[in-house]
């Protein structure tokens, strides 16, 4: 009997932010933590997160660790202060957590799917449900906005709801672009 090739149950995947939004640098871009450290204290507050995205505020990760970098360093690039550096965070997540949110997932961009990013993008309560509930979290393509195009390789897993983001566990510092003497905020 053929022994089962894939047995995991975990997904890892990847937030790309600055290091002043984690409480990874002091007030002057000082590092206060390493890569690989635990960030046991970080808590997404989704009040501070972005609105108008792709699937409305919501917390972004993706399975893809480039795509978090350029999200970090678009980050890093957009902040006034120079006092920063760009972040990568990764979350290992339990699929079968995963499997018990409220979920809606696009396999690719269909019209169901730029209707939604549309209504998300142009500032209408996200989902637009029955319910006054969001839901838990959004599986998707990345999109090239306003363009109706997406990003080849690349995806999005946003969490909408305070449980669900509450209940991500702990990341770790999965990489960080200061570099010694250099000081580089980018990747």
């Known amino acids: 009997m053929a022994v089962p090739q894939w047995n995991n149950k975990d997904l890892f995947v990847y937030h790309g932010t600055d290091s002043a939004s984690v409480g990874v640098s002091d007030p002057l871009g000082v590092p206060l933590v390493a890569s690989g450290a635990t960030l046991s204290s970080f808590a997404v507050r989704l009040a501070l997160c972005r609105p108008r995205t792709d699937f409305g505020r919501g917390f ?11 999200w970090a360093n678009t980050r890093v690039i957009s902040l006034p202060s120079r006092a920063v550096f760009a972040v990568v965070l990764r979350f290992q997540l339990n699929r079968d957590w995963l499997a018990g949110l409220d979920a809606l997932a696009f396999v690719r961009p269909t019209q169901d799917f730029w209707d939604l990013v549309t209504d998300c993008r142009i500032g209408f309560p996200p989902h637009q449900r029955s319910s006054s509930h969001p839901y838990d979290v959004v599986y998707g393509p990345v999109t090239l906005w306003p363009q109706q195009l997406i990003i080849n390789d690349c995806d999005q897993i946003s969490f909408h709801s305070t449980q669900a983001a509450a209940a991500l566990p702990s990341p770790i510092v999965h990489r960080r672009a200061i570099d010694g003497a250099k000081r580089s905020t980018l990747f």
């Open 60 to 70: 972004y990760v993706t399975t893809n660790p480039h795509q978090a970098r350029q």
